[in-house]
C-alpha cells in the first residue's frame, strides 16, 4: 500500500486513518516508590483496509509484546519498531491484518516522569515532615502517548476503561466513577466505569494519598474536591463556584454534565493551571484551594475563574472537541469567554466583563506585533501544538466571542452554541462547524463576519475623526512596528458609537467593513466615543479634537470600562509612534479621581514599562512622577479597608500601595509598610488581606539578608497555597544582587518546585535589578533548565526576555537565541523577540525626553 493511499499519513505527525481505535482496556500498575509503572491495554480496531503495518503513538515507553487478535481470536504477533522523532510505534506483522474488527494487545512499562507530563510523579510533605509520593498524568496536547500506547490525536475518539492497581493503603481517582475494588496479591485493583467516546487528551488518572469532600449532588452529578490530606479546609470556595457553574452550564448548554461524576483534584506539582480531563479535572493548589478569609479578591477570582473555565469544557472540548490542534481556540476561547459568563452570572458584583479588558489588552500586546499569528495556525509536531497555548488562542479567542456575542445578541449567540453542541456531540468539529450553527440560528452571514478576526492576524485600528457633519471612521492593521506589507488587511468591524448631545446620550451601530465610512451626526454632538462598551477587539485613535472634547466634559462621563479602552489605546498607540509620550502623560493627569482597579492596572502597567526603558539616573522622576499620580487615591482610600466597601476598592488599594511603595519608591510609605507588617505577623486581622501582597513586596523590595530570610521560612512554612506563592515570589523582588543570586540557584537545586521555578526566573529577567544578573544565569544554566522544567514553563520564563530592555542586553539576547538555535515552538521565540526590539526602540525613541516629559507633566 502507497503512503498516498493512506489519509493523513503524508505528514509524519499524523497517523493514518485505515486503522481506527473504538475502545482501550487499560490496565495500569505504577510504583510510587520505584518511580516506574507497568502496564497493558487492549485495543479495539476497525481495519478499513488490509495492511501489514499498524501505526500508533508511543514515546518514553518500552514495548514488550504486541499482538492482533481476530474475531476468531487468533493471535498474531508483532515486530515492534519504536521511533523516537515522529513519537510513533510500527507494529508489523508477518501476514497481513485483513479488514474488520481486530483486538490489539500491548504490554509496556514506563518511568513516571518529574517533567510533570504523560505519568508523573509529584511530591509533597505531609504533617510530619515525610516526603510523600503521587502519581499523577497530564496529557494535553500529545502526551498521553508517554503513558500508554494510543492513537494520541484528538478525533481518535474512544471508549476507556482503566483498572489502576495500586497498593492498598493509597487512593486512584480517574475520569469516570470506581464501579468495583478487589484485592490480589497484596495489590488493590481499582475499575472504573466506561468514559463517553472521548479524545485521549483527556484521559486521567491520580493515585496517591487523598483526601476528598462528601459528594454534593448537581442535578445527577456528584462533586467533590480533592486534596492531599490535611488541605480540607482549603476546598470551601472551590467548592462554591464549582457547584454553581456546573448548574450553570448545564442551563446554559441546555445539556446535562456529559460524564457520571466530577472530581476536581488539586495537585502539589502541575506545570499549567489545571487540566479538563472529562470527570476527573486536576488543578495546582493556588488555582482550586483559597483560603476565603486570607485569599485577596484577585487571587479568589483566580480560583473562580480556573474552576469555571475547567467546568465548561466538560461541553466545549470533551462532548465536542476540536478535530485537530490548530483548532484549538475552539476549546480555550470558548472556555474563556464562558468562564467569565459564569462567573460574572456568580458574582455580578466582580464586574468581572470590565476586568476581561485586562485580558483583552494583554491579547493586544501579543496581537500588535508582526509576528503574531492568527487565532487558527497551522499545526504539525507537539512542539508546535504545545505553543498554542498562549494569549491569542484564549484571551484573543474569548475576546472576538465576545464581540460576536454583542453584534448577534446574547439570546441568539447561546442558541447557536447549543444547536453547536448537540450536532456535534460525541465528536469533533472545526471553526467552519460553529460558525454554521450560529449563523443559521442568527440568520447572518456569521462566517464572512469572523473568518477575518480567526483567519487573519492582528487587529485593526480605527481612527475616528470629524469633519463637519460627519463622523469618518477608517481601519488600517495596528502594529508597534511600521510594516509596509500590512495595509492591505481589512476586518468586518461591529461598531458601537456613543454621541452625547447636550445631556443626552446617542447610541449607534455600524459595520465597518470598507477600509473606511462615514456617518452623519447632529450638528449640536459634543462628544463622540467610538467603542462603547469595549467589546470591540480593536483599538481607536479618537482625534486630537474628539479626545480634547472628551477631555473637557470630565472623563468622568464616560463609563469605566470606557475610561479603560481610552487610556488602554491612548497607551499602546504611544508606545507604536502614533501618540506622543507627553500627549499620554497628560492623558494620565486628568485621572487624578480615577478608582477603577482595571483603569489603574493600564496605568500602572505603562509606568512599569517606563521604568524597565528609564535609564537608572532618570529614574528619580518616574518616582516623583508615580507618587504623584498615586499618592491622592492612597491619601483618600488610606490603608484600611471600610466597613462596606467593595471588594475591587479593596484590591484597589492593594495594587495602590504596592505601586507607591516599589514604582514610586516612596520612603514614607515604605516605613508605614514595615510597621504594619509587624503588627500584621502578630495579629493576621490587623492587615486588610489584599493588602497583606503589597506589604510583602514593599519589604522585598527594600529588605535586606535578615528580612531575606524570613520571608524564605514563610514560603517554607505557608498555610495555604497563595501564602506559599506570595513569599516565593518575594524573594524575586529583593534588590540586593546577592539575594537575588541566591534565589536564581533555587530555582535549579530542587527547592522550587520546577511548576515555579521558570516563573520566578521570568519576573527577574523583567526587574530592573536583577535583570543582567538574571539574564546571565539563564545562559550558563540553559541546558539545565531545558532538562529540569516543563516545557510550557521553560517558554513562560523566556517571556521574561522582553524585560532586557537596553540595546546592549537586546544585542546579546538575539545571538545567544541564534547561535542555541534555540526553538520555543511555533512563533513564540519571534514574538518575544520583538516585544523586546518594542521596548528598545521605544527607548531610542524616547529615552532622551522621558525625564523632561515626566517632570513637565506634573507642572499641569
Ligand atoms: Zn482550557
Redesign the pocket.
Known sequence: MSPDDIPGSDDPYRLPRHVIPTRYDLRLEPDLAGATFTGQVTITITVKQTTQTILLNAVDLVLQSAAAEDVNRRQFKALINLEQKTQRAGLSFQEPIQPGQWRLHLSFHGKLSDQLRGFYRSTYKDASGTLQTLAATQFEATDARRAFPCWDEPDFKAVFATTLVIDPHLTAVSNMSVTSESVESNKKLVRFADTIKMSTYLVAFVVGRMEATEPVWVGKTPLRLWTVPGKQALTLFGHQIAVASLKFFEDYYGIPYPGDKLDLVAIPDFASGAM?NLGAITFRETALLVDRQTGTHAELERVADVVA??NA?MWF?DLVTMAWWNGLWL??AF?TFMEILAVDAWKPEWKRWESFSIARAAAFSVDGLVSTRPIEFPVHAPKDADAMFDVLTYEKGASVLRMLEQHIGPTVFRDGVRRYLRTHAYGNADTNDLWTALGTVANQPVPELMNGWIFQLGFPLVTAEVCNQELRLSQQRFTYIAQASIAEQLWQIPVQIRLVIGNRTEHRRLLLTERETSIGIPAEVTSVFVNEGGHGFYRVRHQVQLLERLLDQGLDRLASIGRFTLVSDAWATTVAGLTALPEYLRLTTHLKSERDKNVWAVLLDSFSFLNRIISSEDRGALETFVCACVKPAIDELGWDARSGESDLIRQLRGDLLGALGRLGNDAAIQHEAAERYRRYRKDPAAADSNVVPALVAILAHTGDEARYDEFLELYRTASTPQEERRYLFSLASFRHKELLTRTLARTINGEIRTQDAPFIVGAMLMSVYGRELTWDFVKANWDHMDRLFPKQGLRRMCGGIAGLATPELERDVREFFTSRKIELGGKTLDQYLEQLRVAVSFREREGDTIKVALLSSLQV
Open positions: 479538563e473555565h475547567e469544557h472540548g476549546n480555550e472556555a
